[in-house]
């Protein structure tokens, strides 16, 4: 019985930082993975969601549906912000982290003027459950299917969808997707705005659970990049296996020796993986395959 | 552009009636004041910004310090150590200020202290810290450790039970606590199960509460800072993780009582020296005058009537040694009376630390989140550093101590 409850505290801890790595990270890996712009604003889509989904529950809609809102509403933020600022740099990839990073200094300093150092959260909701002397946040539970789910649907929307296939060939070779008649640009866009949904969703799951403050989107950034930078270009073969490795390593390093040796870990792991394998985990395989 | 230049003219007429009220030879006074307007401190230092042009309004309506106004230099130090150093070089060397009042996090304040020193500065530091500091150049009106933990955890040992579980955030405000809290854990025959520093910044808590759960401590000591640790509270709670939480640096801060859903912060005891709840003629007070200035203020922290208490102090000692010149200023101090009523109780200045004695009032926050006091104590000095042998009348060190790295014995 002992054994199996250390097994169970270990897999739900597991669980749980998969899930914060995944969500953090699948917005950026879509931005970065797909159109190669390092975007330094995706901790204010995910603050974003996080405002709107809260705003949403005060304003009486149910959770999920308030959850759903805060990704529609960072997306449509997505495809302005590339609209009016990351459209003319496609040819200036450097150019585009100044410019992300500008928009991320506004929006944060804009919300604390316009709303305030903080907003009341609406309470994690579902309660505990209690296995083998330890409880347990049902919530956290959702958060861990919420990962799959979404690691889920995007592998569907991708290899089964025509928005898929066209933004993977808009991808591969943008010329000739454009002559083939793709509109390269409204793909572009869209992705843009996926990438900002998948933020501002992943701000909107994790509202419930944390202190809503304008610097909030910081708080996930370093988890994201690490991801990313672990993962490579691809998310399906980069992101969910470097979230999972990622994930064993925060998760014992953390029961073991506290926050600070999980941190530690990480930022070695990602050291590590950059010293043998530079485009990161889907740069090998990929490589492997070709 | 008529009317452009006419409202111009309008004004600067405004500012020379304005200046006319404190006669002829009224040159102001300057405070600099360095506080962290945005980043992730704000939530916290906001207030004492507002704190102390409050109490500069107030001032200067009742004439100024001694006839002359009191004018504010106010730079917004963004969170960041770094800024704190350019802003102080600034104000100091640039704007020629008589004073400064500045810092929230320990961090920024080692930060900033060698540039006081260096220019022979006076830095009012208006924050519960650590401790430690034994410095000439600088006024702390915060409250310390042994004004905190001395009172809070007999009182938790008493009533809860002797293991204590103790989370801080990782640098040296955390690690220098968390020392302090050993100790008089163990001087009142309670036993540590466990301690971790959380680094600063770190929002996911999920392992943590398990460690704690692990152990099974009879009360969790929370030393949390800034907005990313303060989610422990929610997931603590959808955790339920149903201890009862003693602090020094929460509540009195930054109101997580108010920002979180009930009951999250169900049995949170902290001692402070001030928040609003305070029951009492001054307390009401303050609270009116400032939510008359600033209605939109979420929450009338410590540290705001802290400041709020600072400005009135600074005025004292002007007044009284009829200059602002650091030593003169010192001179008032040694005399060993200077004393202001602030929001929470009575405030004087320790000469020996130049640290400030406290009303500590042991906040108690319920179910409902609502703050109930079951008890307070008067006039806590501000002993520590004064038993361990700093003393500023004889020689200043300019240095933080510890209780594991104190004075030299013939310091």
Redesign the interface.
């Known amino acids: 019985m002992d054994i199996f409850n250390l097994i169970f505290s270990f897999l739900y801890q597991f669980g749980d930082a998969f899930a914060f790595l995944v969500l953090s990270a699948c917005g950026l890996a879509v931005i970065f993975g797909m159109m190669g712009v390092i975007n330094l604003a995706h901790g204010e889509f995910i603050m974003c969601g996080a405002y709107v989904s809260t705003s949403a529950v005060h304003a009486g809609l149910p959770l999920p549906l308030a959850i759903v809102a805060g990704a529609v509403a960072a997306g449509i933020a997505g495809m302005i912000v590339e609209l009016l600022v990351i459209r003319p740099l496609y040819q200036r990839p450097l150019d585009t982290i100044v410019a992300t990073w500008g928009i991320s200094m506004i929006v944060t300093q804009g919300t604390l003027i316009v709303l305030g150092p903080s907003m009341q959260g609406v309470g994690t909701p579902f309660g505990s459950f209690t296995m083998g002397g330890y409880s347990y946040s049902v919530y956290r539970v959702i958060l861990m299917i919420a990962a799959i789910g979404t690691l889920a649907l995007l592998w569907l929307m991708f290899t089964r969808t025509r928005f898929g296939l066209l933004s993977r060939a808009t991808i591969q070779v943008p010329h000739v997707a454009e002559a083939m008649g793709v509109n390269t640009n409204l793909i572009y866009s869209v992705t843009f705005g996926l990438g900002a949904g998948l933020a501002g969703l992943a701000g909107g799951l994790y509202a419930p659970t944390m202190t809503l403050v304008p610097t909030m989107g910081a708080s996930f950034m370093v988890e994201a990049f690490v991801t990313v930078v672990v993962g490579g270009a691809d998310i399906f073969l980069g992101t969910a296996p470097a979230a999972a490795i990622l994930g064993v390593i925060k998760a014992a390093l953390t029961g073991w020796q506290g926050q600070l040796a999980g941190q530690i870990g990480l930022l070695i792991a990602v050291i590590i993986v950059i010293r043998i394998l530079p485009r990161g985990i889907s740069g090998k395989i990929l490589k492997e395959r070709a | 552009m008529l009317i452009k230049s006419r409202s111009a003219v309008s004004a600067l007429g405004v500012l020379l009636l304005a200046g006319a009220a404190f006669g002829q030879d009224a040159e102001p006074i300057k405070l600099g004041v360095l506080e962290d307007q ?3 401190f ?2 916290a230092t ?1 207030g004492k910004v507002h704190a102390i042009q409050l109490a500069a309004e107030e001032i200067n309506a009742a004439g100024g310090i001694d006839g002359r106004p009191l004018e504010l230099v106010e730079y917004d130090t963004q969170s960041d150590n770094t800024r704190y150093q350019e802003f102080m070089r600034r104000v100091l060397q640039r704007d020629q200020v008589d004073a400064v009042f500045a810092g929230f996090s320990s961090a920024s304040r080692e930060a900033y202290r060698p540039i006081v020193n260096q220019f022979d500065g006076l830095a009012f530091y208006n924050n519960q810290y650590e401790g430690g500091v034994c410095d000439a150049n600088m006024i702390v009106t915060g409250a310390v450790p042994e004004q905190q933990f001395s009172t809070l955890l007999p009182y938790m040992i008493e009533n809860y039970g002797p293991n204590v579980y103790t989370i801080a955030a ?1 640098y040296n405000f955390g690690q220098i606590s968390a020392e302090w809290v050993r100790n008089i854990v163990a001087e009142n025959g309670g036993t540590m199960v466990g301690e ?4 600063l ?8 509460i ?2 704690i ?2 152990a099974k401590p009879d009360f969790v000591v929370t030393l949390l800072v800034g ?2 640790q ?2 422990y509270y ?2 603590a ?6 201890l009862p939480m003693a602090s020094s640096v929460n509540v009195g801060q930054g109101y997580e009582h ?4 009930p009951p ?1 912060l169900k049995d949170m005891y902290a001692t402070v020296n001030y928040v609003e709840e305070i029951d009492s003629p001054a307390s009401k007070e303050f609270v009116e005058k400032f939510r008359a200035k600033f209605p ?1 203020e ?1 929450y009338i922290n410590q540290e705001a009537s802290n400041s709020y208490a600072a400005v009135y102090l600074y005025k004292q000692l002007v007044e009284r040694a009829k200059s602002t010149e650091l030593a003169d200023i010192r001179k008032v101090i040694a005399e060993g009376d200077v004393c202001v009523d602030g929001p929470g109780g009575q405030m004087c200045i320790d000469p020996k630390s130049q640290h400030v004695s406290h009303t500590i009032h042991l906040a108690h926050v319920t179910d409902d989140h609502s703050v109930e006091f079951p008890t307070k104590w008067e006039a806590i000095q501000p002993y520590w550093l004064g038993q361990a042998g700093c003393d500023l009348t004889v020689s200043d060190p300019s240095e933080q101590y510890t209780p594991s790295n104190p004075p030299p014995a013939n310091g």
């Open positions: 945005s980043g992730d704000a939530l906001i990782d971790e520093f959380i680094p910044g770190v929002s996911q808590f999920s392992q943590t398990q460690n759960q692990a907005t990313a303060a989610s929610e997931q709670g959808a955790a339920n993780l149903g108010k920002r979180f859903t999250s939109d979420p």
